[in-house]
Structures are given as structure tokens and as C-alpha cells.
């Protein structure tokens, strides 16, 4: 239980650090902007590929992305809804994908696609369409399999691991 929670702040503050070196260094404000909303559809997509809203997932989504990029709950909130927007019109993953590869190192896209299983998980359950899409994404990103795999345990491991305030029954 302990080793999870610990493994799951090392995650999230790799992932942190990363985007406040990225929004340290030089980077055109847009360019910055457009991976976070690039992120933000891969996140409002692993919420809502299994087309069942559970209300779980959407805190899981928000919390994603206030620890990712370090932002208020307000700012998240806004970025998801931009993201809704923007995945409402996709016809291909391409766009966002390419963005996410120019910019994260293959380290760093592994942990998004643990964020991603994190958050497909945060209903308890991985349905078949959720588990599609982070695998289908993965490969997008070039990340390995055994990573892809590493990083689903990992998040299968959190989701079991008991969270402050809730009970979950098994």
C-alpha cells in the first residue's frame, strides 16, 4: 500500500518537473499550450472511450492533470473541457500524438500512458474499449509493450490500493 502511494507521487512529480522545465525553457507560448491541450484529449479520452460515465473517472481526470502541469482545479477543469471540445471533432489521433512525441522524451511518455491506464482504471474496472485505446496510443508513441505492460500493473496496483475518504469493496 505504501510502495504504491510512494511510487504513485514519484510518477506524477517526474511528470511535474518535466513541464516546469518545459515551461522554463524557451518554448513559443503555443507550442507549450498546444501539448498540454494535446494531453488533456489523450486524458478526456481514456475517460470516455468506454462510454460509460462513471463519475469517478472525471475527478481521476481532473487530479491527472492538476498534478501533470501543476495547475488549479479551475484551470484543469477548463483544459478538460477544451479537450471535450477539440476530441469532438477528431477523426484521428494523429495531431495530438505527433505533438506528444515531438515533445516528451520516451521516458516521459511512458508515464503518461500510466496516467492514462490510471485514469481508465479509476472506476474500478478496465473495460475492453479503455484497455484498446491506452494500447492503440502507446503504439502511436512508440513506447514498448513491456512498457505499456509495466506501466498498466503499476496503475492496476494504485487503483486496488486503498485512497483516503473512500472504501471500495472487492
Not at 72 to 77: C, D, H, K, V, Y
Not at 99 to 128: F, M, Q
Request: proline share 4%.
Amino acid at each position: 500500500e505504501v510502495a504504491a502511494i510512494l511510487q504513485d507521487s514519484l510518477m506524477l512529480k517526474a511528470f511535474t518537473n518535466f513541464f516546469r522545465q518545459f515551461d522554463s525553457t524557451p518554448h513559443p507560448r503555443a507550442e507549450v499550450d498546444q501539448l498540454r491541450l494535446g494531453i488533456a484529449c489523450l486524458v478526456q479520452e481514456a475517460r470516455r472511450v468506454d462510454l460509460d460515465h462513471d463519475a469517478r473517472e472525471h475527478p481521476a481526470a481532473v487530479d491527472a492533470l492538476i498534478r501533470m502541469f501543476g495547475i488549479e482545479s479551475s484551470e484543469a477543469q477548463t483544459l478538460l473541457d477544451e479537450a471535450h471540445e477539440k476530441t469532438q471533432q477528431l477523426t484521428s489521433y494523429y495531431p495530438i500524438v505527433s505533438v506528444v512525441k515531438r515533445d516528451l522524451s520516451p521516458e516521459e511518455r511512458v508515464l503518461l500512458i500510466e496516467v492514462l491506464w490510471r485514469v481508465a482504471y479509476a472506476d474500478g474496472v478496465l473495460h475492453g474499449h479503455e484497455d484498446h485505446f491506452v494500447r492503440k496510443i502507446a503504439h502511436l508513441l512508440y513506447v514498448a509493450n513491456t512498457q505499456v505492460m509495466l506501466a498498466r500493473s503499476r496503475a492496476r496496483g494504485a487503483a486496488k490500493a486503498p485512497s483516503s475518504g473512500s472504501s471500495s469493496a472487492s
